[in-house]
């Protein structure tokens, strides 16, 4: 072989020999690339779950309300879903954040009140609830604000490391703070961040000062007008008549003026504002550090506030102001050129566990009442098919008479009854009447309905071994059941 004919030979084979480390080097780069895809499309999402405390479902300007400003709530339902429908199992702090944090009912946790005694729920529960599941499967969980079930902080037993005490100030950079630790970690997270306002509306009335700073008084002409149900109806509850006589630090609204009451709602609004903007720092937190993609918000209240309406103020009886709550859902940021608004049935505190354990890959337990709503998230159910959701109360504390009651809510019909007392029962029209003034227990034509309701209410009292309650359920009129069959002593 010939000098040129080995240069020729020798340039032939380092040229094959280029290509061949060009195609591994791509080939390990395609390989590579795919991992990461595969690694991003099987990643578990982050969740982050925030919480106001007493707010209704209409103290958002996004549904309608010209008398409050939120938007960076609007901002979160108009990237997500608002659920119109969703309700409290329990309009008290204590019992119905038992439930959201176990997917299950305040009685069933033995929780029926804040009161000592009556508010703790036992341990069995308290080892399955989200903080704990959530950490068993991986997750890092985080919890700042307010707890209250029952204890005012979160304790160190629940699988949730505490980064903020129960403090709306700095909660929001506490919960921040918390999200940039994470932005680069492939671990995902459950972040809570559980804020006090607008309870802070409960020192109003009681012309204490506000815990997070005093809400400055306007003139009248810019304060919000009565509601429409501002008047209390000639039906309304004996029961709840007594106990709000009866407990003045927690109703101490008896001898407002029509001028006090403007002057509440007003504070009571621009409490949601205060609240709303700390919120807002959350979000924007996670849109600047790039966790949207991969993050899902959920927005809820713990229950809302009479806020005025058949002149209530706090929570505990089973109006609308007081057991209806935002929900919202934003879902990786999805975009959408209107806000997307859902009907269906919702219940917070049966139905954000299974969703959540739902989106982090967790089996849900076959046992919960609740449903997963991430199937409506990812469009492959438009609607949760329930018939109605159940809400509980009781009146307890050292002025209280014991009250109790439960309403049986549909999208068209709600049935309330308290346990005693002249009008105990009350049966509304939502979609006639919304502001529930017009009680139609009385009415011959609704008695069929009536009946149907009353019958819903002994079936489920039945199905959750709801005891106590069932000893006062009104049989439907034609009940073949006997009232002695409800009892399984006589006292």
């Not at 079930?149 to 403090?167: M, Q, T, V, Y």
């Not at 409490?271 to 849109?287: F, H, P, S, T, W």
């Not at 049986?408 to 105990?424: A, C, P, T």
């Amino acid at each position: 072989m010939n000098l040129i004919t080995k240069l020729i030979t020798f340039r032939n084979n380092s040229y094959l020999t280029f290509l061949l480390l060009i195609l591994i080097t791509v080939g390990c780069n395609s390989k590579t690339n795919k991992t990461k895809t595969i690694k991003k499309e099987t990643q578990k999402p982050n969740i982050v779950l925030i919480m106001t405390d007493q707010q209704q479902a209409k103290a958002l300007s996004i549904a309608g309300n010209l008398d409050v400003k939120t938007p960076n709530l609007d901002k979160l339902a108009k990237t997500g879903i608002r659920f119109t429908n969703a309700y409290v199992t329990f309009p008290l702090c204590v019992p119905s954040r038992s439930s959201i944090f176990t997917g299950k009912l305040p009685h069933t946790l033995g929780v029926n009140s804040n009161a000592k005694g009556d508010d703790k729920m036992n341990n069995q529960d308290r080892t399955k609830s989200l903080g704990k599941v959530l950490k068993n499967a991986g997750y890092n969980c985080a919890y700042g604000g307010k707890w209250h079930a029952h204890e005012a902080e979160i304790p160190n037993d629940l699988g949730f490391d505490k980064i903020a005490n129960f403090d709306d100030i700095p909660l929001a950079q506490k919960s921040i703070d918390y999200l940039k630790s994470r932005k680069n970690k492939t671990q995902p997270f459950f972040l809570v961040a559980s804020f006090d306002n607008p309870h802070n509306i409960c020192e109003y009335a009681r012309s204490q000062p506000l815990p997070y700073g005093n809400v400055p008084q306007v003139s009248l002409d810019k304060t919000p007008d009565l509601p429409l149900n501002f008047e209390k109806s000639s039906t309304f509850p004996e029961a709840l008549k007594i106990e709000q006589t009866a407990n003045k630090k927690v109703y101490p609204t008896e001898n407002y003026t029509k001028e006090d009451w403007r002057n509440y709602r007003y504070t009571y609004y621009q409490l949601v504002e205060k609240v709303d903007r700390e919120i807002g720092k959350i979000i924007d937190a996670i849109d600047d550090l790039g966790l949207r993609e991969n993050t899902i918000i959920i927005f809820t209240s713990d229950h809302g506030d009479g806020n005025a309406s058949h002149g209530w103020n706090q929570k505990t009886a089973l109006y609308q102001e007081s057991i209806n709550v935002p929900f919202i859902i934003n879902y990786k940021g999805k975009k959408s050129s209107e806000e997307k608004i859902n009907t269906s049935l919702i219940s917070n505190g049966l139905d954000l566990y299974p969703t959540i354990l739902d989106f982090a890959g967790i089996e849900i337990p076959s046992d919960l009442l609740g449903k997963s709503i991430k199937p409506i998230l990812e469009e492959n159910q438009q609607n949760i098919e329930r018939n109605f959701v159940v809400t509980e109360t009781k009146f307890e504390g050292k002025q209280a008479y014991g009250t109790a009651g439960r309403a049986v809510i549909s999208k068209k019909f709600k049935y309330i009854l308290y346990s005693w007392g002249k009008n105990r029962e009350q049966f509304f029209d939502l979609e006639k009447d919304p502001h529930e003034m017009n009680n139609l227990v009385l009415s011959e034509n609704n008695q069929t309905e009536l009946d149907h309701y009353r019958q819903n209410l002994m079936d489920w009292c039945i199905k959750t071994n709801d005891t106590k309650f069932l000893k006062k359920i009104i049989l439907p009129s034609k009940s073949i059941k006997l009232s002695n069959k409800l009892f399984d002593k006589p006292y």
